[in-house]
């Protein structure tokens, strides 16, 4: 009903900048808020950046002053622009949305992942 799709993630050395995308698509009748989250491996999956519909954004204390969230409403599609990347920032990034598909009914849906890998 609703999909997700993130691009733009890669390998990146210290220090660099990546910029990813997700865009949903499907029977979409407004999205509230759209979360990244990432994994790292053998770790939990966090919280990394937040934005609502109106544009009040959170970030994860480790990645405040670094990355920027932001959102395209038109084109149903969030960002994070990921600058000063830190081999710590390495990890599977997800994309979370709070999509309503009828004035009553949402659904919490989830992209497949995009790998970014900071590495010298």
């Known amino acids: 009903q609703v999909h997700l799709a993130e691009s733009g993630g890669g390998l990146v050395q210290p220090g660099g900048s990546l910029r990813l995308s997700c865009a949903a698509s499907g029977s979409i009748f407004r999205i509230n808020a759209m979360v990244w989250y990432r994994q790292a491996p053998g770790k939990q999956r966090e919280l990394v950046a937040g934005i609502t519909s109106g544009g009040s954004t959170e970030y994860a204390d480790s990645v405040k002053g670094r990355f920027t969230i932001s959102r395209d409403n038109a084109k149903n599609t969030v960002y994070l622009q990921m600058n000063s990347l830190k081999p710590e920032d390495t990890a599977v990034y997800y994309c979370?949305?709070?999509?309503?598909?009828?004035?009553?009914?949402?659904?919490?849906?989830w992209g497949q992942g995009t790998l970014v890998t900071v590495s010298s």
């Open positions: 979370n949305a709070d999509a309503y598909i009828d004035p009553i009914r949402d659904l919490e849906v």
